[in-house]
């Protein structure tokens, strides 16, 4: 490690005795040793004295040292905190929550008081707050409510390897601010070796490094590509679980989202039932960002002897959160990631080959506490052949109106000018100026007007944002924030018990019963809750999430509050005329229209590009076809599907968005769909 100058500033580091648990400690001194532990408390006093000399910090030190945990605290004990509070940054919600609850659990604290956590629509600190973990995202939104961020004394910017959006952005912006707050310290945490690039945009900061203390770890590939990986990971996992001795280890399972993990414990569950008590205890735990917090923390519960723990995750426990005793990985090789068209303009969440560096991050967790086995279900050729070296920054290949709307706000306006780390392509930038201004967030010099900046007080992307502004023309904005609040929940609403499907797809439809399709069954569903004044039982026999309601009603709440804010009145329309309601989404998704084509399929109507409704929208069960659909998302499963889907008129098309349609736009979408369709018979 050294600094500009070249000086090594890692200090000796003495290997430390490991201290030892009696069993007449209390939880808390048993807690307090495990601290003294970590890898990193060796180095505490040098990183401390090291960031006295320096303003900029680059930390660097494998996951589970504890740098996430550790370097808060030492910041709030050597004194940071007197004069302001210290920022955490994690680019994953989930993770936000986990460690800031940890971290309280540590200080002997309540969370919510001295150590707090802030993620978007929940706000979980206090006037008291020392020590608050947020994410980039809403560290991001702090500048727009104080640009200089003076309630803040230190700032850590963790994850920094992850090179999420969000974080990149605020690369930018934490450069620029410690030039003129010169009391403000600023640490970039990395669990991933290549510190320079962080190091020299930072003006050559200095880079701290934390030697890792970690085992060795055997790679084993499969012979075949796998057809199945969620099954392979279930044969995988009840392999290691018959023949590997008990206290050998747990495992962990990456896997690429809610479904897949659902489908794997389900599946496991049922098998090792049928194994019966031939084998030992099998404790199977999912973790997911829509997992409610208390089964979350099921994950890092201590396993019993006798027993296996089988951790099933998503790419959050790939450096985000770090369970101890894993000794076996079965990593799927697959995440799910944003991809984004800028040609089209479109964005979806598809299931992607990780890279070799997102592979070697996963076999590294197998090899924390001992030596351990990694399963990568995929072939050494693909390892070497197919997968890209290292993930591709965010930046490159997502949508940016919401970052470049903010950035606006910032008053930051010469986009192409800002000093990114790596900057998106340009083509992308054009695109979010583009839609931006179809929104009217923009005018016609890039300039913000009075929309954008009222859309920018709402913490949602700009699509979102604009229905809900635009409900104040069509006076139904209360209709219009309950469906928006049930968009934004983004777990499901409607739960399936095995036993009662056909109850609970009855139930479903019955929200769909009057028209006006995904969006305003949704809308009844939430009304209907309300009027049963939020009624738990109402949920049950309505086959109704609870808790996705609870949280559709903390965003509303939210999002009342700011409408307030920028002077909304709270109208409504009514739920039987729910017409301006889906005027209003179109308003916002007026670029996510599809129109009914011959062969019974929609095609988008700017890029005609083909897509299916999704087997879950209401409307698959209709007779007819509505002609013109608006969605809220697409997902590329095995097609590119759209999700939450509301009949409109084409009309209105030229009417909401006359930046972006003309009235030839639709009668060419007529016109041209037939040509096409007449050369294709041919
Ligand atoms: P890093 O940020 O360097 O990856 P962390 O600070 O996240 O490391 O983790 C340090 C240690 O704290 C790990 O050994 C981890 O197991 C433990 N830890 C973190 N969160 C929890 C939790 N919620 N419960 C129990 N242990 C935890
Ligand atoms: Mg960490």
Redesign the pocket.
């Known amino acids: 490690a050294k600094n500009k100058k070249g000086e090594e500033i890692e200090g000796s580091g003495e290997t430390q005795e490991l201290l030892k648990e009696d069993k007449t400690m209390s939880e808390y001194d048993k807690i307090q040793i495990s601290r003294k532990n970590?890898p990193?408390y060796a180095y505490r006093e040098e990183f401390l004295s090291a960031l006295k000399d320096h303003q900029v910090l680059i930390l660097v030190?494998?996951?589970?040292?504890?740098?996430?945990?550790?370097i808060p605290q030492y910041l709030h004990e050597s004194g940071y905190t007197s004069y302001g509070k210290v920022a955490c940054t994690q680019p994953r919600r989930v993770a936000a929550m986990?460690?800031a609850?940890?971290v309280s659990?540590e200080m002997g604290v309540e969370l919510g008081k001295e150590v707090g956590y802030s993620i978007r629509f929940e706000d979980c600190t206090c006037e008291g707050t020392k020590v608050q973990y947020m994410t980039d995202g809403m560290l991001l939104r702090s500048f727009l409510t104080e640009p200089d961020l003076k309630s803040f004394s230190a700032l850590i910017i963790?994850e920094a390897h992850e090179r999420t959006l969000h974080t990149d952005i605020l690369f930018g912006l934490v450069k620029d601010i410690v030039r003129f707050r010169k009391d403000l310290k600023l640490i970039i945490?990395s669990?991933t070796l290549d510190a320079e690039k962080f190091s020299s945009y930072l003006d050559d900061a200095p880079i701290f490094m934390i030697p890792g203390r970690c085992h060795s770890v055997d790679i084993l590939y499969t012979k075949q590509p796998e057809a199945d990986y969620v099954d392979a990971s279930v044969v995988t996992t009840l392999q290691i679980h018959v023949t590997q001795k008990i206290g050998s280890g747990d495992i962990l399972i990456f896997l690429t989202g809610q479904e897949e993990i659902e489908q794997c414990a389900e599946t496991l569950t049922a098998r090792t039932k049928g194994l019966g008590s031939k084998i030992p205890e099998l404790i199977i735990c999912p973790i997911y960002a829509n997992l409610p917090s208390d089964q979350q923390?099921k994950i890092?519960d201590k396993t019993p002897p006798n027993a296996r723990k089988v951790v099933i995750a998503t790419n959050i426990a790939e450096?985000s959160?770090?369970?101890?005793g894993i000794c076996y990985v079965i990593d799927s090789g697959f995440a799910k990631q944003t991809s984004y068209n800028p040609k089209t303009g479109m964005s979806s969440l598809v299931v992607t080959p990780i890279s070799q560096a997102a592979a070697n991050q996963r076999s590294g967790r197998a090899g924390?506490t001992a030596p351990g086995k990694c399963f990568r279900l995929f072939t050494a050729w693909s390892f070497k052949n197919e997968l890209d070296e290292n993930t591709v920054p965010e930046i490159q290949r997502t949508n940016m109106g919401n970052v470049v709307l903010q950035l606006k706000a910032l008053g930051i306006n010469d986009l192409l000018g800002f000093d990114f780390m790596d900057a998106p392509p340009a083509e992308t930038l054009m695109r979010a100026f583009e839609s931006l201004y179809a929104l009217g967030a923009l005018n016609d010099k890039g300039e913000l007007t009075k929309l954008g900046r009222r859309m920018a007080e709402f913490p949602l992307e700009p699509m979102l944002s604009k229905t809900v502004i635009y409900s104040e023309k069509l006076n139904c904005t209360k209709e219009v924030l309950s469906m928006v609040s049930m968009l934004s929940i983004g777990a499901s609403v409607f739960y399936v018990p095995k036993d009662k499907k056909v109850h609970a797809e009855t139930a479903r439809l019955n929200f769909a019963r009057g028209g006006g399709g995904d969006q305003i069954s949704l809308l009844r569903c939430y009304t209907r809750w309300e009027e049963s004044e939020y009624s738990t039982q109402w949920c049950f026999e309505n086959f109704v999430q609870v808790k996705s309601m609870r949280k559709a009603r903390d965003i509303r709440d939210q999002l009342e509050g700011l409408c307030e804010r920028v002077e909304i009145e709270p109208t409504s329309c009514g739920l039987d005329e729910f017409e301006p309601v889906l005027k209003c989404f179109t308003a916002g998704f007026f670029f996510n229209v599809a129109k009914l084509s011959r062969s019974g399929d929609y095609t988008t109507v700017k890029n005609r590009q083909t897509c299916y409704l999704h087997p879950s929208s209401v409307l698959a069960k209709d007779e007819v076809p509505a002609k013109w659909l608006a969605f809220f998302e697409l997902s590329f499963t095995t097609k590119e599907f759209m999700r939450q889907c509301a009949p409109i008129k084409g009309e209105w098309m030229v009417e909401l968005a006359p930046h972006y349609y003309s009235p030839d736009d639709i009668e060419e979408a007529k016109g041209k769909k037939l040509s096409k369709q007449r050369s294709r018979g041919r």
């Open positions: 970590l990193v030190g494998e996951t589970g040292s504890g740098k996430t945990t550790q986990s460690v609850a940890r659990v963790d945490s669990a923390a890092f450096t959160l770090t369970i101890d924390r």
